[in-house]
């Protein structure tokens, strides 16, 4: 049987994914449009992530099975929906959102998966990602609407990053204070 | 006035919190919860009160400025787990609304992220409370 992935390497690859969320590497940066402040650019960092992440779940689907998969469709029509979501919100600030790599570009960042376990890990490596860039995007936005879609965006990652947890067989909250601390 | 806005919102989630401790308190009371997840939920929300009642005092309030008394639905739910799972259920999600609203509204930026870590703690608990019930653990 093959070895599975080490948390390491989960995160080695979750962490290729932000790379290629934030620093771009190609990702065209939201246009000239938007006043500097707006929060088009926070935005459209997050935007490049939830490229990042539909493009990892369908690589984590080839290996996952019956409820697992299921559940991680399901994640993958809501950050489908979320991409949507970021790209209205920064044309509504006069921005052109940044356009995705292509499925190929993106799977030659992630870790070899091949297990649903495997598969699991990385999600849950990405979810964590996801949920601390968006309650970051909350704290720093200037705009009271933004805030609250960034705040109903990472509620909704709270629940995926529980759900890929409870798959493994873990607890759905790791602690009281999913990121940080009070 | 921002921060007497702040204190606001802060005492508003701390009611919320205490009440979520209350009914867990009283479903482990009751054996209407399975204990390993009652046990955790319960913590979790006690870490949360404990949070709050620091932010409070950093922003220049008292501590548990509210008395609540139980909603008389949490009596009916205690009557068995799947009941009080499902009361629960609608308690965290009202929870998770809350705090979207007040983690956008609040002033202060670090508190915006901080309860926004409780918010998603919220919605973790509700994934734990469906897979308790044998639900999907995601719901659209």
Not at chain 1, 150 to 167: M, N, Y
Not at chain 2, 11 to 32: C, H, I, K, N, V
């Amino acid at each position: 049987m093959a070895p599975s992935i080490t948390r390491r390497e989960a995160l080695g690859g979750a962490a290729a994914a932000l790379v290629i969320a934030s620093c771009g590497g190609g990702d065209p940066a939201p246009g000239g449009g938007p006043r500097p402040g707006s929060g088009a650019a926070l935005l459209g960092s997050l935007l490049a992530l939830e490229h990042a992440v539909v493009a990892a779940y369908a690589v984590c689907d080839e290996v996952l099975r019956g409820e697992a998969l299921r559940n991680a469709r399901a994640i993958e029509e809501r950050e489908r929906r979320h991409v949507t979501r970021l790209q209205g919100l920064i044309r509504g600030l006069g921005g052109d959102p940044p356009s995705g790599r292509s499925p190929e570009e993106y799977a030659r960042t992630f870790p070899r998966l091949r297990t649903g376990r495997d598969a699991l890990r990385f999600a849950e490596d990405l979810e964590q990602r996801q949920l601390r860039a968006y309650l970051e995007a909350v704290a720093e936005l200037p705009d009271l609407g933004l805030r609250s879609a960034a705040a109903e965006i990472a509620a909704e990652e709270g629940e995926h990053l529980g759900t890929v947890r409870v798959l493994q067989g873990l607890p759905a909250a790791e602690g009281p204070f999913v990121t940080g601390a009070l | 006035m921002a921060a007497s806005s702040d204190l606001e919102l802060l005492e508003d989630l701390l009611a919320l919190e205490e009440r979520l401790t209350s009914a867990y308190e009283a479903a482990l009371r009751r054996d209407a919860i399975d204990p390993e997840l009652g046990d955790m939920l319960l913590a979790h929300e006690n870490a949360h009160v404990e949070g709050l009642q620091r932010a409070l005092r950093d922003t220049g309030g008292r501590q548990s400025p509210r008395a609540s008394v139980p909603p008389p639905e949490l009596n009916t739910a205690l009557r068995d787990r799947a009941t009080f799972a499902r009361y629960a259920l609608e308690r965290e999600a009202q929870a998770v609304a809350t705090y979207r609203l007040v983690v956008a509204q609040i002033a202060s930026a670090n508190l915006r992220q901080a309860l926004g870590s409780i918010m998603a703690c919220e919605a973790a608990h509700q994934v734990a409370l469906r897979n308790s019930l044998g639900d999907r653990p995601l719901v659209d």
